[in-house]
Structure formats: structure tokens, C-alpha cells
């Protein structure tokens, strides 16, 4: 496919700067574009290489003054390279059809242009919105609603009565909606608590490649809108995660946790239960999180602490050994003189 | 379904003070329960909101002396609740059939009620007792043995040879004897181990979501009687975890590790291979166990001390900070004293 | 099977001591071996034991002195034991066939002996090599390469355009080629990045079980000839991991990080993203890698250190409530020196 800069600079609402007419076939990293490709920069030293690129036209900020090549100038110039990334790689969609070798429940519904591959499991009363994708090996259990735009890759697993929303994509060998992990003592064994909520993800999420969703003791867990996790994370029962959070990869969140919004989990952090995280909070990587967070808040380490006195902190450790020494060359002096006086 | 308050007492063995003749339809937690439900109240604050409640009935303790309302009494009132849960939604069971989209191999036996859903594989000699459901997307590789009353979740895969107890309910995506990590370095490069053992698991096990469990070497990886993992948990090859040992999520355990009964691995928790951890032990959420634990002891830190001395600890370090400038400050004014004396 | 020991020295490569003729029909380990199973022993506390060992033969270092017995003298007694070991389980082998349950698309090209089971899924313009097992509920998509004798384990999924290298095996779970975590902000929401690299595994690599290994964003994924992964590792866009290291368990690697040749990242590390990690390092379990990592380092902590250094601080940090004490004292005792001059 071929299109001029001009038309680019239509779909990323820039102003063009060179030829116009100039034709586009692809999108490439700044090192890797040929002359008829479209790269990006913004960081300056990108901006100071711009005359030693390949690239038949390159998105630069808007502030961007020096002139000459063919540049398309834009707010968010990173932005607007995945727009048009994703303009050149959209014939990669999955032809709508429902295979014979799919298996579908009783009263299934689904809107138009629905794509089911074969050895997907769909149980009964499921109903799918428009524009919906299963991979091969995907299972749908009873009275699960799916809306519309919906990817869900191979071999994931979405439990009964679960609740997803539109423009979703779920990676694959996911689970959603296991029992939470909760047991109430009985005498030397432990007696199961049944788990009888269901999992909610609202619109505009994507979840990660082996995530593990646990479904609510009673109500739901919830994924709130444009919520982001990588792969192998683990949600426990009734944990709510606010609107556009991120939560990176191997993070735990034990049961009944609340995470606010545009808040930032980093890998493998840890969260206990029945903790409440607030707004725009940043959690370190392998942070042990063992009391709740209030809104706004830095915080890193085991138990966590503001980041600025975790980083103080993380200098004077490997210093401990010469600080013991110091103590113990201290004491000596000290003697000497009590000695003395 | 309704049920009067004198049945509910029969089913927990409890004592009913109030209308034995009022009907319940449902059970709910303390706050959502309706005029139909019944909920329980432990903690000191719920018995004081007992009337504020507008359940139809309350699950309280023997020890409970305040008289008014519909009361069930009862050992342990979260116990009763969650039987009276199990009673309300036995609904929910499969169907005992085996699907035609599913594949079963040579020689497969088994007993009464089995339910064996679409795209279930199941290969030679496999045997499965009563009431065992296998939902969409399981694989039971060759000569595996499992019990009766056992439910195993979408795409689970357990492999050749492994044995299955009673009573066991085994989560989505999870994997049963996969090969445990041993190589041999030969030169630069390193030969794989083959690993020939099994992995079995006992009664009454629940297995959660996205777990790996090795296979032994040789022998085989136990996992005993009345134990729960939570979801992604790792288990390496010949692990032992003794009977009613509790594995809560993202806790690695590697290869060889023998832990014994009542022991509870928290959160993110890491053992190394080939120790030995005791009974009633308790180790904190991710800690790194490179030790052998005794019996009775509570755990925490990397590598893990006493619980106790850890919380200690965990209070000092935000204050290293503040020791360091002590420690520089003093040695200021030694050197004033040195002078003068 | 029954084969003689002068046949076991001609595989193993090593000098019989005793009788040739003998028949060994199994391998076993040191405690287990029958009269006529062959072990190994390498350590000296096993050599000592020789003589109660009820093994038909026992395969020793070649410095091994004592006389005696039936031996096989080796440079490498475990990986020849290891050799008999395979050759006494080859038996193990699936059929070649392709199930009439799997589904391959258009254009499927396969070598020999391959052996596709129940509910495989295969896409268009797939290419298997020779001797590829494939188990139930592998799902490969379009455009995917997998070269000769690889084991793809149950419920695997590869996604498209993917490239699998010679000897390679994938155990049951993993996921390979998942979009990388990738959003650019925009307003309140974050944008996707669309992910068009691939995954490329070459020769002789073992993916553990619960794997998710996630494409370039551009360009690729690599994980070099002869890398070894344990379970539940998650590796992001754009990593590469060098020949013959190893990844254990619940290891997260950040995106853009590189792995040089022979490393070890011990279990549940975590390495940040865009870091480069030298040749022969290796790095602690639950370590946090915070900064590059130079060749032939052992590091250990949160941030990493040498290890000895870090070994050290493990000893001092239970001792800092007695080191905060002693501070207060001297302390104390300061005041009174200065109270007195």
C-alpha cells in the first residue's frame, strides 16, 4: 500500500512540511527505515540525526524549527507514528467466519463480522457483540457477555457468567473469573468458601499473556476502563482496579485490594489484601506493599516508603559493612578517653 | 430455592433462636443481605450492628448472649455460612455427559456421572473414578489415574503417569508434570535430564490457576492431602508439600523442597532447592527461604530471620538515614575531645 | 530391554572395569539401583559407598582408583548416566501420525515423522521440519517456521509469523509471541503500540511450562541457540537472550534487555528494562537489576551488588537493632565524657 505525506498528515492531523506527494509504503524505527518509509523523533539527539536517516519523511514535534526533508509536524510525534503504524498493518484482521470445528452452546448470540476459530468452546446463553475475534483453543463458559471489538487470543479461558466490555484484547493462556483462594479453617483441614462473583472488564482494556483473574466471593472483581496489565500477573478475588491503571508484569494483588486510577504497579510488586491504593500513585518494581497508599503518593521497597528515602536507602546498604566498622572504631576511641578522664 | 430457618439449623448443626418457620431464599454477606438471606456476624462490629442488618436471619456464635431478631448459633459461624452458600448453589453442576467433540484414547475406563466436555483430550489407559467433570480444553495425557469427585478447569494439562486423588478441583491453565529444570554442563553447552517420575496428588487438593508443577526426576513430586495453591504457582521436581500446607500466589518452590504439614508460604515467597521446611511453619510474603525452617517457626526477610526480629528491622531501615548523620556527628565530636585531652 | 556393559561403555564413551558381559536392563539413582539397573556416582561420600549400593554396575569418574564391582570409567559420570538413562526411556516417543481432530490450514508443508494430535490447530503457510510432535491443544498460527525434532507440549500457543529453530522443546502452557507492553500516553488513556516483530527461538532451546515471551515491537525477540528457561518466566519485546544462559523460574525480564552468553539469572530476579547483561554473569534469586551488569559479575540484591558484598550486608542487617543500641550508648557515654571536660 502506498499513500502520499499528505494524506498521513490528514490521519495524524499534522501540518506537512516538504513533499506532499511524496509516497509512503511503510512505518520503521528511526535506524531501520528506507526511503520509502515514515520514522519518528523526538528525543534531540534523534532530531540532530535527522539529516543522516534514510527515512522518506520522519514526524518531529511541532516546536521543531530547523527546515528541509519531508517532515510531518505534530503534537505527539510518537503518537502519530502509531497511528500510522497501524494504518500500514490493518490487513492483518482475521477473515469473519465461524469454523465448523468451533462449538457453540445453546441460545448463542453475536453481532456481525464475528471471527471463531476452530476449537473454540462457546457454553450456553453466551452472547458476543460485533467485530469479535476467538482464537483456536479459547473457552467461553456459560452466560458469559462479550461486547464489541473484542480479541481474545488462543487457548484463553473466560469462566462462567464473567462480564466483557468493548474494544478489549486478551492475550493468550489467560484466566478469568478462577475461584479466589479462600478457606475457613475446619479444625485440621480447611473448608472451600465458594466463590459466587464473576469478573467485570470494562471497555478499552488490554490484559496480558498469562494473567490469572480471580472471580469475587460475592460481587465481582473489576477491571475499570483502559486498564493495562502485562503477562503473568495475578488479580485475587474482588479486587477493583481504577480506570487507566497499569499494572506490569508478575505483580500480585491479594483479595478485596482497591487500586485508584492512573496508577502505575511495577513488575513483580506485591499487594496485600484488603489494601486501598490511591490515584496516580507509582508503586517500585518488587515492592512488598503491606499498608494501603494515599493518592499521589512514590512509593518503593519492603514494607514500601516514599521513593526518595528508598533511593537514600539503597545507597547506605552496600555502605553498612564501613558504617559497622566505624561504630566498632568509635567505641575503641571512646574507651581510650574513659580511660583517661 | 427456599428453605425454613429450622432446616438451615439442622443443615450446620446449630441452634436457632427466633422463627424456625421463616423462610430463606439465599445467603449474602452482612451488607447485602436482604430480608430472604442469611448472613453471619463474627466480629465484635457486626454483633453490634446486628439490627441495622436487614437480613432475614443471622449466623452468629454460641457465645452470642443478645436475644431478638432470627439467630442460627453455631461453633464457627463462617463455616456454617459457607455451607449454607454450598446449599444454595449446587445448581450450578455439570451435566454428566461426554461430548462427542471430545477425544478419547485406547482403553479408557471410568465410573458414574462423568462429565467430559467439547475438545477434552484424553490419551491411552486413562481411568477416571465417579463424578469427575473435565471441562473444555483439558488434555489427560497417556496412563494417567484419577479419582473420583474431581474438577478439572479449561485447558489444564496433566501429564503421562501422573495420579490424581479424590476430591480435588484443579484450576484453568494450569500444568500437572511438566519436565523439572535439570541439565548437565557438558562443555559449553548443557544435556537435559530426562525426568521419569510423576507427579501425585493427593485428596482433597485444590490446585489453583496457571500453576506449573514438575515431575520427579525419578520418584515423584507430592503434593499431600487437604493442600491449596493459590494461582502461578511454581513447583519444582520432587517437591513434598505435606497435608494441609497452604502455597499462596507466585510462590516458587524449587526443586527437591520438602515442607511440612500446616505450613503456610506466603504471597511471592521463594524457596531454594533441596531444603527442608517444617511443620506450622509460616513464611512471609516474598521472602527468599536459602535455609532449612524447623517446625513452629514464623519467617520473613530475604534471606529469612524470625518474623519478629524482621518487623524490628523493617522499622529501623527507613532510619539508616538518620544513623548514618549520628554516626558521622559523634565521631565529630570524639575528634573535638581528642583534641583537648 | 536388556543390553550388555561392554554396549553401555561403547555409548557412554568410557572403560569397563569388571564384567562386559553383564546385563543391565534400567538406569536408576544411587538409592534405588537394583541388581540389574547401572547408577552413577561422582560425589566421594558415594564412591565410599560403593560396596552397599545393589547395582548391577556403577558408572565413576575415570580418577577413580579402588577396584572392584562392575565400572564404567567416564570423564562426566552424570551426563553418561544421563546418556543410559535416555537410551533405556527412548520408548517413550509418540507415533508418527496427524490426527483426523487436528486442523491444519492452507499451505501446510511438513517433513517425516511428524506427529500432530487431537485438537491441534494449525493457520496458513505453517512449515513443520522433520520429527516434530506436536501434543492437544497446540495452537500455531499463520506464517509460523518450526524447524526438526521439536516437542511442542499441550496447550501451547505460537503466534504468527514466529520462528522455531532444530531441537527444540516447549513445554505445556507457554505462550510465545504475545504483543510486548507497549502504550503511548494520549490525554488521560493510553494508546497501543502495535507490535509487528516476531519471536525467534533458536537450535537446541527448552522453554519451560507457564512461559510468556512476548514479540519485537519492531525487529525480534531472540532467544539463542542452547538457552534454557524454567517455569512462569516472563521475557518482553525486543529481549535477547544469549547462547547457553539460563533463565529460572518466575524470572521477569523487562523489555529491550540483552543477556550475553553462559549467564544465569537465578529464580524470581527481576532486570529492568533496556539494560545489558554480560557473558558469564550471574545474578541472585528475587535480585533487582537496576543497571547494567558487566561480563563475568555475580551479582545479588535489590539494587544488585557483587555478591560477597552482598553476603556480608545478609549478615549484618539482623544485627542493626543491636548496632542502633550500641549507638545510643556511645552516645550516652559521649555526653558524659563532655559533661566532665
Redesign the interface.
Known sequence: MNISLSRIGEIVGGEVDGDGNKNISGA??FD?ATVNDITFAVAPKFLKQLYVSKAGAVIVPKSFSVRGGNLVKVD?P??AF??I??FF?TG?KKTASI?S?A?MGENFNHGKNVSI???V?IGNNVSLGDSVTL???V?I?DNVKIGSDVKI???V?I??RCIIGNRI?I?????IG??G?G??P?G???????H?GIVQIDD?V?I?????I?RGT??KTRICR?V?T???V?V?HNVIIG??S?I???V?I?GSVTIGK?TIIA??A?I?GHLSIGDNVTVG??S?VAKSIKSGETVS???T?PHK?WL???S??????E??K??KE??K??IE??K??
Open positions: 520503521a524505527g531501520d505527539n510518537k503518537l502509531i497511528k503504524l497501524e498493518n492483518q469454523s470445528s462449538y476459530a476452530g476449537f468452546y482464537y483456536p483453543g473457552v463458559e487470543y488462543p487457548n479461558t469462566l462462567e484484547i492475550h493468550a493462556g489467560t484466566v478462577s475461584d483462594f478457606f475457613v475446619d485440621e483441614k480447611y473448608h472451600k468458601i465458594p459466587l478499552d488490554e496480558g499473556a498469562g494473567n490469572t480471580d460475592f460481587g483502559g493495562k502485562d503477562n503473568l495475578h485475587g480506570e487507566n497499569i506490569v508484569a508478575q500480585g491479594s492512573h513488575g513483580q506485591g496485600s518494581p518488587q512488598g521497597g519492603t514494607p516508603m528515602l537514600r536507602i539503597q547506605i546498604i552496600p555502605r553498612l559493612p558504617f559497622k566505624k561504630l568509635i567505641e576511641r571512646l578517653i574513659e583517661i578522664i
